[in-house]
């Protein structure tokens, strides 16, 4: 029998650990459900803006929990849910922010982001990126959230976090942050959960 390569034999041994490999559309999905149930963010009904919806783990969730559900991304979904309106495009692109306009018909109760930039292997490039991203869902919330709403933020600990972090908290009345149980161990990813007065 052919001998796996060292990365592939660790890839598989850690597929094979891992509890939420291939059990839904993407692991992330249980990383919002471990969220909701500590937050309850889906508690009532609630129209929510998705923004990084692609493979569409955690629009799989949300769909069936929401009252109106807008999601996002650069890439497709692989299933868009009964329900569900998807704009194609870049978040922070003000042609796609029309659509999400039009889309919302309104304000948003819930404004979530798992974006994450396309990594490059450049540490620096990649955390300024992904930085932006995050501006970029703290903008959305500012424009769409309705009083009392919540925003959920994907953010990676290292440059500009703290900023990003004093910024979020200066505009919202209480933020924790929170590393659900499916985030990988070795991962630098939070999740912001701030709500607005
Ligand atoms: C970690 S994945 C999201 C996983 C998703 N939440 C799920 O449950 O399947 C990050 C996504 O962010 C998207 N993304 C990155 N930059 C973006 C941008 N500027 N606008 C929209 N989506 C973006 C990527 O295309 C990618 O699909």
Known sequence: MARRSGSSG??????????????????????????DKRFR????????????????????????????????DLLPLANTPRGTRFVLGDAGDPRVQEQIEEALCGGADLVLSDMAPNMS????????????LVECAVAAAARWLNPGGRLVVKMFQGAGFDEA???????????ALAKPPASRAGSREVYAVADME
Not at 60 to 68: D, G, H, I, S, V
Not at 121 to 132: F, L
Not at 165 to 175: H, K, P, S, T, Y
């Open 10 to 35: 660790r890839w598989l041994s850690r597929q094979q650990r891992d509890p939420y490999a291939g059990r839904a559309v993407s692991r992330a999905l249980f990383k919002l459900e471990q969220l």
């Open 41 to 72: 963010l889906t508690a009532g009904s609630c129209v929510a803006l998705e923004l990084g919806a692609s493979p569409g783990g955690w629009t799989e969730y949300l769909a069936p929990r929401c009252r109106r559900l807008v999601a996002v």
């Open 165 to 175: 972090m004093l910024e979020i908290r200066a505009a919202f009345v209480r933020v």
């Open 121 to 132: 292997g450049n540490k620096v490039v990649d955390q300024a990126r992904s930085m932006e």
